[in-house]
């Protein structure tokens, strides 16, 4: 018997159960996938999942590069405009680029079809690494604020005055980004963005 779509209903029965295998039980739907597929099973795999999750494993290699490349871009921007007089944990920044570095390499080295798309990966990277300083910066300068009503004014405050000094488009090649040992200059600003209030004194 045929359903008005032309499909059996068998088949669509079929189809569902294996759709709720996949989403109740995902470890017992792939063990029964790899099994059909390893006996030529076609007729019991379930096609449109199993399609959905090798895309997915792509993916997730292309999101290991662009997060990668936002975690490099993040921590120039750090190294760029930290504080002049202040300590700053430069050394953990700079293994942080030198980590991000390496991870690129060995995804690229075992997924070299990447390499096609790591332009466009850089590109999609750059608001991610933007906002992550952003956030680093304030979260930063305001840790030590105590009343919340005044840290979330200066949170908001810092957001937008670093908004607007920070680019808005990204000022780094990509081979800069890629390149071992390398770094960007360090900037200076006139006068760097910081927290208006002052912390609560500590009591004696």
């Known amino acids: 018997m045929e359903t008005v779509t032309g499909i059996p209903d068998s088949q669509q029965t079929r189809e569902r159960e294996m759709d709720d295998l996949y989403r109740r039980d995902p470890y017992s ?16 795999v379930d096609w449109n999942n199993v399609i959905g999750e090798i895309e997915d494993v792509a993916r997730r290699y292309s999101d290991r590069i662009a997060s990668q490349y936002a975690r490099i871009m993040e921590h120039f921007l750090k190294l760029q405009y930290r504080r002049p007089k202040e300590n700053e944990p430069v050394a953990g920044w700079v293994r942080t680029v030198h980590n991000a570095r390496a991870q690129i390499d060995v995804v ?13 990966l850089f590109e999609q990277a750059w608001p991610r690494a933007r906002n992550s300083a952003i956030s680093a910066f304030v979260h930063h300068a305001t840790e030590a604020i105590q009343n919340q009503a005044a840290l979330l004014r200066e949170q908001k405050r810092l957001m937008r005055e670093w908004d607007r000094v920070l680019p808005q488009q990204n000022p780094y090649a990509r081979n800069l980004v890629e390149t071992p040992l390398e770094f960007p200059d360090r900037v200076h600003l006139p006068q760097r963005p910081q927290s208006h209030h002052l912390p609560a004194p500590r009591p004696d």
């Open 29 to 44: 739907w792939a063990r029964k996938q790899a099994d059909a597929l390893r006996r030529r099973k076609f007729d019991a």
């Open 108 to 120: 690229l080295h075992h997924n070299p079809g990447l390499k096609a798309h790591c332009d466009q």
